[in-house]
């Protein structure tokens, strides 16, 4: 008896500490890429140390000097020199076979220059004029191009000091900031003991400060900056970088010398997923929603098992294959048969609809009832439709866009991709189609048929009780059908892979091709190192996918508990 | 015409044209799915052609007409030439030629041999009838006569002599070469087996991992779960992890199983062969337990939906008879339940075969020199790299300079996995409805 009850207790416990682990898996997911992606919005810090561990290399970037010069000499590294004058005249040269050419020639409209510096590593010149904004210039071939200045501390500038191609710290007097140049944002600050700083020197690493003063002492300080490249306005805004014209949304990961900082935007990943979900989506709800109410309310009992035992079947379609064909067969076919698709679009509905009243005329006039057609009749405008859409496309090709639509589109300044969004619409539209089938199918099917027994009692047509009370009386399930099927399109990996040409494009042109977030996370995860910038960005690239379809998913599951008890109450 | 309007008759059509484009264009995926791959390992015939009145006439196999680009109208031919004698060319350039109808021979010899080397090559020649023991006599294109040891030789036949049943059986004995064999060096050639392999053993690791949880926290939702806000709560997190996109599971699993788990299990028990990671790489065991996750819904709803289509009765009644309610469920619920429980199972199982994305991310690589299952201890290698369905067709199609050959492999490849997923769902339906058929007589 004892035995018994035990047993009886230790099952229900286990069982129900597996049913919390579920909640808690779920919540660990979530919170665990919080955590991870945590410290990409930590901001910097200098902080005082006694002496570093092991005496690290150190660089040379200060040095308190007595006098003016009337004229600045910076050196880049990449083997250009500038000279600046006090009042604003800047000649930029370049080393070409062992003799300095000059590249460039201006003359810089600012108050009397206080410093200036070069970024080493890149083509950005940092001026200031002892206002509170650093100015910040690059050249581009034989033109300087100015970015947004960068606010410093309003208490005198006393030098500015190169750090990497994109930070530098600002002096001044008892405060050193450390600034990052292409957010404009200031990363760390440290309040100085001392106004009389001889010398400033930085390990190789850039993790340790040294700072030597005049009276002879020296002080260490460890600099915290995991992630300088990382912020929201570089994530999620245009930003000016060093080599454009104008501010812009970049991906651009590969950082070939460790110098160059990652160009991290997000905006046009998410734009790609939107994109493609759109165009998937587009394809897939109109199919989807009307083959599921017509074989919910009109097919036979039969046939509707089966209808959707097979759609159910299809849902598992790995979707690598789905993706394979859009990219090795339909693009190429799209590409060269434009048009004919173009046609078919237009063609298939308007001759559906001219055989519909076709059909119902002829109807009338036998004094039958216009009752549905049977598949074979069906079958009659679809294949009409493809048949005239053959036999036309080439006559309208050579008619109405001289002789190419691709060339016709070209001439208008329309870019045709042959990866595009049209293809990655067909495609994912397919893959998504079952899920919004099956869960539309199942609440169409549901209502309960009373509602709309009465209303053909009332004599109208099974089409007018079908949209009069079945329909909206489905609604939310059909809404969380279709919001189901955008929470797939959005999460789909393989198909965009194979099929979007992977370019970080922004804009909703259905002609070019797309990088989506998920396409980034499957792609560059594997190779971006840990706890990299980019690979912590990947991880908020994933945490943000995560809570779109946590979003999507809820919904999906509040609208299905309601219609639920909307079908118990009726 | 308003008449035709309001009562619905467009629609109607619409509907009905919707529903028959959905399942035409799906029938038409498929078709052409089975179709190109089942015809990548079809014995063809091998043709003769002449480029010029000088040179001599080479073997060939046509691929395709194509239309001629240049504007004049002329039908081409795409024809395959082989691989040539020495060793595989990399770039398929050498490979494809388009030639005019005129420069096809009519005739098909029937001495032309088709020879299948055993590191991929597959050679066009002209068989000789002098045969040694240790080699094979050809003769080329070019009418040089080689002898090709025969230790080199996987398979050779006379395409232009085989009778339609040699050819059924040539076919028969590639294809089980193709499931049985391991890919070559040369992309593109080969067999799949380690991708089969890999696939069902991580599958199968996956199930093992999924099953008790599955079934325990449906169990829980079913049984012991109150009507309170704690399991519907509960409830959305299902439908949540449902509809996690299966790359963000692949990131949680690189990022938190494969550098968290793996990372820490490598510092307490491999630290010896640090920094060389044992676990702290993405493997056999952590692909298994992403996918597990991934499945665990599935699993869930429906060993839950076999759960509530079990009669009340039976509940009561082991009530009635003294039974704890721990007893009824595991005496009386879960044996009725167990082919529901196993619905679910095969289910998960078809989802996971079919997943590629998460697994580029923990443990899948293009080719494994070792499967995960060997003789040598500890037998089943869990931090083992594998090779998997999904992701082969992926890089045969992506990664091989060939395209000609990988579009017809990747089909081929695709047809496996298609009827592995298929039958797997296939069963799984059959299983459903039998259990179905059992309510209702008890009911």
Redesign the interface.
Known sequence: MQA??Y??K???W???L??????L???F?FL??IW?VWPLFQAGSISPVASPDTEPEWHSLYQADTGQQAELHLDNGLQERVVLQRDGAIRWYLQQDESWQLQLRDQLTMAPLSDAVLLPGSRTLLLADGSAQVQSWFRLHQQLIARPGISVSDTPLLALIPVSSSSFFSLHPGLLQLHQVDSARLLAELRLPSDRLQHLQLSDDRQWLRLDWQSGTSNWYQIQWQHPSVSFTQLWLPVHYEGRREPAYVWQTAAAADDASPKLSLVPLTIGTLKAAWYAMLFAT???I??A???AC??PERWRYR?K??????E??????????A???LAPWLEQQLLLFFMLLLL??SL??L???V???WRQQRQQQ?E??G?FV??I??LLAVWLAYIGTPWLEQWWFDGSLLLWLGERGIDYQQRNALIIGMAMG?AV?PSI?SLTEDVVSQVPPSLAQGVLALGA????A??SMVLPVAAPGILAAVL?GL??A?????IL??ATGNTPLLGFDPFTGMRSL?AS??LE??EAA?SSSHFKV??LA?LL??VL??F???L??VLRQRIRQRYQQL | MRQWWQQGSPWVWLSASALLLCLGLFMALLLLITSKGLQHLWPAPLVQFQLTEQTEPELGRLMRRQDATDGMDRALWLVDRGDSLQARDSSPAGRYLLITATELLPERPAEAVLVQMYDGRTLYAWRQPQRTADAFWLQTGTGEQVALPWEQVRAHWLPNQLSWWQKLQLYLQEWRHFLTASPNQNPGTGGIFPAIFGTLVMVLLMAVLVTPFGILAAIYLHEYAGKNWLTQWIRTSVYNLAGIPSVVMGVFGLAFFVYVLGGSLDRLFYPDQLPAPTFGTPGLFWAALTLALLTLPVVIVATEEGLAKLPQAQRLGSFALGATQAETIWKVVVPQAAPAMLTGLILAVARAAGEVAPLMLVGVVKSAPQLPIDGQFPYIHLERKFMHLGYHLYDAGFQNPDTEVAISLVFTIGLVLLTLILLLNLSAFLLRQQLRRKYRLID
Not at chain 1, 18 to 23: F, M, T
């Open positions: 018994r009850h047993f009886d230790i099952s229900r286990s069982v129900t597996v049913g919390y682990g579920i909640l898996a779920f919540a997911i665990f890429l991870q109109p199919l989807a009307l083959a109410v017509y074989t009109y097919l209808v035992a097979s759609m159910e079947m299809l598992s379609m790995p979707t690598v294959i789905l993706g394979f064909i990219a090795f067969l298939v509905p559906v609809l055989s519909s009243a059909w119902y005329c216009a549905q057609p598949w069906l079958l405008p679809l397919l189609i089938f047509s099974r089409w007018q079908l949209s189901l929470g797939r959005l999460g789909e990996t393989m892979i194979m998920t996370l499957s995860m594997p840990v990947l991880l994933a996918l995560l379809t946590f999507i998913n809820t999906v599951s």
